[in-house]
């Protein structure tokens, strides 16, 4: 379908990025399945999850609507709130990796460590993996956030495209720790 002279087509950004979704859920998925592989061989410790990480999913889920939030007011000409959304995302963001690392502490605190049980370890694991996906979206924010400061307001179709990119990515991780979060509690 044409309208003009631009074609409604899946942009190759963005299709490069739901690439890297498919290859993400894939690691998940064989961290996960070696989980339950591991589980069921015994010799598995069972523990609650501290509080803490009740709280981070909370903070994470907000930071995505509060992006989104962002993105909205970007689109809609609303500049002050783009930018107050886009660093309040940003530092949920950075809350959200300080609630893993308190959750991780609280962990060792009761003698959950990497050495001391296989079902302890796959926790760290996967939290950790992906706080380092976090990461990622923590630095295309702080690139959102440099463009936002430093760029005279506009909403073009590139800065439309590259906000978009973060926002698929950091909703993507977003989901991604809810399904493990639940996948852990279901599990452990």
């Given at each position: ?38 589980q ?15 709280i ?31 660093v ?31 079902s ?69």
């Amino acid at each position: 379908m044409t309208v003009g002279n631009k074609r409604n087509r899946f942009h190759p950004q963005m299709f490069a990025l739901y690439i890297a979704f498919a290859s993400i859920i894939m690691m998940f998925g064989a961290f996960t399945s070696a989980y339950i592989v591991k589980q069921a061989a015994g010799n598995w410790l069972e523990f609650s999850l501290p509080t803490i990480f009740y709280i981070s999913t909370i903070v994470i889920l907000t930071s995505s609507l509060v992006l989104h939030m962002s993105y909205s007011a970007f689109i809609n000409g609303q500049e002050r709130k783009y930018k107050l959304f886009l660093v309040l995302a940003f530092l949920l963001g950075l809350s959200f990796l300080a609630l893993q690392y308190l959750g991780w502490q609280e962990l060792y605190a009761i003698g959950i460590d990497l050495k001391g049980s296989i079902s302890g370890s796959f926790v760290y694991l996967i939290s950790g993996v992906h706080a380092l996906h976090i990461l990622g979206g923590i630095a295309a924010m702080i690139v959102a956030m440099l463009q936002a400061f430093t760029l005279p307001y506009q909403v073009t179709d590139k800065r439309k495209l590259r906000f978009q990119l973060t926002l698929h990515y950091w909703h993507f991780v977003d989901l991604l720790w809810v399904y493990l979060f639940v996948f852990i509690l279901l599990y452990r």
